[in-house]
């Protein structure tokens, strides 16, 4: 038995905790591009300062965040009503709408934006709708924009919304929406004191599941995005493969994950908080 519960411990340390000291060790050094790696080890935190000192960092994170909490947003305005309809539909229906909000995970990822950008380029499909239907004479490209990031995010994350806001919708008990309405409250009223609150898990989940791998993305800012939006994860990438600054970009997924670990604190403790309540 205990080498049964070893075994996740043995996981962790191995796939985790050595990666991790592995990476520390090399933020903590310094840059040395005449050797091979390109790092000194030392005991040094000037890479750290760098971070939250230079402008252009401080610029990389503020708009991470700013575009992975608008993205995650949009998810869950796009994401509830669509978990919400499968939840109620028939039985024998959901496991087909299901199958259709995870249909896309059956192409491969970057195949998909690579798509999104031929939608979006200039003279693309979209383009020419706009052109054809009279909407805009001249609507010109929305592929290297913010928006374009923000559209490639929502669509490719919007699945990890629907389905634990559909696990939780699906398990709630529609007699209390009866219940409910038979005490006089409109259908808005009930569902904003009855079937919002008790989402509540389900919402925090999709959230965090939106916003922890959107933080850090780079595949989407790269190829929908223009040279003005500036991400972390595209930062990283640069700073390892296109500066060759090793300790700099290891202190960037440090800082990252440290930055990703407390929402996933809170999630643990308002699940934690939750199961309370109901023993």
């Not at 060759?244 to 604190?265: N, R």
């Amino acid at each position: 038995m205990r080498y049964v519960i070893a075994l996740p411990f043995l996981w962790l340390i191995v796939f985790f905790l050595l990666p991790f000291a592995l990476v520390l060790a090399i933020a903590l050094g310094t840059n040395a591009p005449d050797i091979a790696p390109p790092v000194e080890l030392g005991f040094s935190f000037k890479n750290f300062a760098l971070l939250f000192s230079d402008d252009l960092y401080v610029a990389a994170w503020l708009s991470s965040l700013r575009i992975a909490a608008t993205s995650t947003l949009i998810a869950l305005l796009l994401g509830y009503p669509m978990a919400y309809a499968i939840a109620r539909a028939r039985p024998e229906r959901r496991p087909l709408l299901l199958m259709l909000v995870v249909l896309p995970f059956w192409t491969s990822f970057l195949i998909r934006i690579y798509a999104w950008m031929g939608l979006l380029a200039k003279n693309g499909l979209i383009d020419q709708f706009l052109r054809w239907s009279g909407i805009a004479d001249n609507p010109g490209s929305i592929l290297g924009t913010e928006w374009a990031v923000h559209l490639g995010i929502v669509y490719a994350y919007l699945p990890f919304m629907v389905l634990p806001l559909y696990a939780t919708l699906e398990k709630l008990d529609t007699s209390l929406l009866e219940a409910a309405a038979d005490l006089g409250a409109r259908p808005l009223i009930a569902f904003l004191t009855v079937t919002l609150p008790l989402s509540l898990p389900g919402i925090v989940a999709g959230c965090l599941l939106v916003f922890i791998p959107s933080i850090g993305e780079f595949v989407v800012p790269d190829l929908l995005g223009g040279t003005d939006t500036l991400m972390i994860g595209k930062v990283l990438w640069d700073e390892f493969f296109t500066n060759a600054d090793w300790p700099l970009a290891s202190a960037v997924a440090i800082c990252l994950l440290v930055l990703l670990v407390a929402p996933i604190a809170l999630f643990q403790r308002q699940q934690a908080r939750s199961l309370e309540r109901r023993t």
